[in-house]
């Protein structure tokens, strides 16, 4: 089991930036690519962003390729979303994720939510313009 509490949400103007984190307990840490996905209102939960259990691969969903950077510390048991150049549709609740990898697939990144274990409570972004 694994537990998830993401922090650091908040408002913040149109070309702005936000740091979110995501503190993880249970489990070895880095045996899970890590996830940050977000759901605006009405709309369904899309990827954002993915890091594999080393760091060694990321990805990133197009609309925020060039923005937005995933990093992990696995002495900290902690991921991150650094948040640049923010724009009023990045408005969301920002949820991370754990999908727990082995063997050939450790480096894989999964970027579909059935693909992931667990989940934190989310966090709220709000991007005014």
């Known amino acids: 089991q694994v537990q998830l509490v993401e922090s650091g949400g908040g408002l913040v103007q149109a070309g702005g930036s936000l740091r979110v984190s995501c503190a993880a307990s249970?489990?070895?840490?880095?045996?899970?690519?890590m996830g940050w996905f977000r759901q605006a209102p009405g709309k369904k939960r899309e990827f954002v962003a993915g890091?594999?259990?080393?760091?060694?691969?990321?990805y990133y969903a197009d609309s925020v390729k060039g923005r937005f950077t995933i990093s992990r510390d696995n002495v900290k048991n902690t991921v991150y979303l650094q948040m640049n150049s923010l724009k009023p549709e990045d408005t969301a609740v920002y949820y991370c994720?754990?999908?727990?990898?082995?063997?050939?697939?450790?480096?894989?990144?999964?970027?579909?939510?059935?693909?992931?274990?667990?989940w934190g409570q989310g966090t709220q972004v709000t991007v005014s313009s």
């Open positions: 994720a754990a999908n727990f990898v082995a063997g050939p697939r450790r480096y894989d990144v999964a970027t579909m939510v059935d693909e992931y274990d667990y």
């Open positions: 890091i594999s259990w080393n760091a060694g691969n990321t």
């Open positions: 249970g489990r070895t840490f880095s045996s899970y690519t």
